[in-house]
């Protein structure tokens, strides 16, 4: 049986980024949990969410954060499965300093950082990941891939008339 997925993020303000995530799972039909856990303003939640995530068959965590973003890292070091982090753009500096906390983990202490705003990718990694010991979803991520290479070229012909 596939392992679920567990999303979380620093703060509502970044659930629009982070359902992108959420609905590329529901597209590929995976299972996956929800949640706002903030490494700053609940630290006993986040702390609670990294003792009992094996007990809800969570094995991939996506992580989302914006701004002095230490959610991933912190779920990475009180954890032993993948962390996925999410940079999310931020308001200051536009993401910038989200990216930069995420990625710049010290040796040891890994997070597999997407781009600012890549949840939709951080989905489809975490997807990849379950897809190697599941030829049905591992279907699913060549299906998706396929039709992305189809609608990109049927986008490109360009029509001369229109130049
Ligand atoms: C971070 O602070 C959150 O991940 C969010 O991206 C950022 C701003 O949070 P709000 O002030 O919008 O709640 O912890």
Known sequence: MSKKIGIIMGSTSDLQVMSEA???LKEFAIDFEIQVVSAHRTPQLMYDYCQSYGDRGIGIIIAGAGGSAHLPGMVAA???IPVIGVPVQSRSLNGLDSLLSIVQMPPGIPVAT???NGSKNA???AAKMLGITNPDIREK???YRLNLEETVLKNSEIDLNTI
Request: proline share 0%.
């Open 141 to 143: 991520i060549k299906n």
């Open 114 to 116: 997407v781009a600012i």
């Open 78 to 80: 009180m954890t032993d």
């Open 123 to 125: 989905a489809i990694l």
């Open 22 to 24: 959420a609905k590329l």
